[in-house]
């Protein structure tokens, strides 16, 4: 029997790629990508040449018996994603399900998580928080939005620069223009920057600055009146 690796790998930093994770992927019988175009930009620069295959929330569904098979018959498998760890919001979870439904052993190597970092430095209470990730773009999303109000610690979305506005405005109309916010870009690339503020001030930031870059957004949970301290 073989294992399956799960393998972080930056976000964009390539000095935050851990020497495990170079090991395991150079020693992988077959590296399964998100985005071979992606992926193969970060295997030659760490002059990784093993088997790669196309796996992602496309296919997956169609790829993942095979690959068990293979990983039963003893091969060792390595999933990475575009950026940061697979499985959150990323192509993972329903391989990782059919592999231990299998009996396989899986392992997922620390490595880099955008909101991590995102959240660690927004200065909003981080004891205890909810990973929301991509809020729904139609059908359900204010659904979503309205579940979330009474929710009382910190939470964590992830947007794209195109909609990094509207959704902070819709923050504002749920949860009040007075609400606490972080937002994050560009995660240990060279223009990365936190805008924190009230979302009233954050969104007069992006009104007048355009949003650039994948954004982490860290929203104060409701009733949390301390910003620059963890709640006691």
């Given at each position: 029997m073989?294992?399956?690796?799960?393998?972080?790998?930056?976000?964009?930093?390539?000095?935050?790629m851990t020497l495990r994770a170079i090991r395991i992927l150079k020693e992988a019988d077959l590296i399964l990508a998100e985005d071979t175009r992606t992926s193969g930009i970060l295997l030659k620069h760490f002059d990784i040449k093993n088997q790669m295959m196309s796996h992602h929330k496309f296919n997956e569904h169609g790829t993942a018996a095979g690959i068990i098979e293979r990983i039963k018959a003893g091969a060792t498998v390595a999933l990475i994603s575009d950026a940061g760890t697979p499985g959150i919001s990323d192509p993972g979870f329903y391989l990782v399900r059919e592999a231990v439904a299998a009996g396989i052993e899986v392992q997922c190597l620390p490595g880099a998580t955008a909101f991590v970092p995102a959240l660690v430095s927004s200065g909003l209470p981080d004891d205890r928080f909810c990973f929301e990730g991509f809020l729904p773009q139609k059908k359900g999303?204010?659904?979503?939005?309205?579940?979330?109000?009474?929710?009382?610690?910190?939470?964590?979305?992830?947007?794209?620069?195109?909609?990094?506005?509207?959704?902070?405005?819709?923050?504002?109309?749920?949860?009040?223009?007075?609400?606490?916010?972080?937002?994050?870009?560009?995660?240990?690339?060279?223009?990365?920057?936190?805008?924190?503020?009230?979302?009233?001030?954050?969104?007069?930031?992006?009104?007048?600055?355009?949003?650039?870059?994948e954004f982490v957004i860290v929203l104060a949970g409701n009733k949390t009146k301390d910003y620059k301290q963890k709640e006691e």
């Open positions: 073989g294992l399956l690796y799960l393998v972080p790998t930056p976000v964009g930093n390539m000095e935050d999303r204010h659904t979503r939005l309205d579940s979330l109000k009474e929710e009382k610690r910190t939470m964590i979305f992830y947007e794209s620069p195109y909609r990094v506005l509207k959704t902070l405005e819709q923050f504002s109309e749920y949860f009040g223009e007075d609400r606490q916010v972080s937002c994050c870009r560009e995660i240990s690339k060279v223009h990365e920057e936190s805008v924190r503020g009230t979302l009233a001030e954050v969104i007069e930031h992006f009104k007048k600055t355009e949003p650039r870059g």
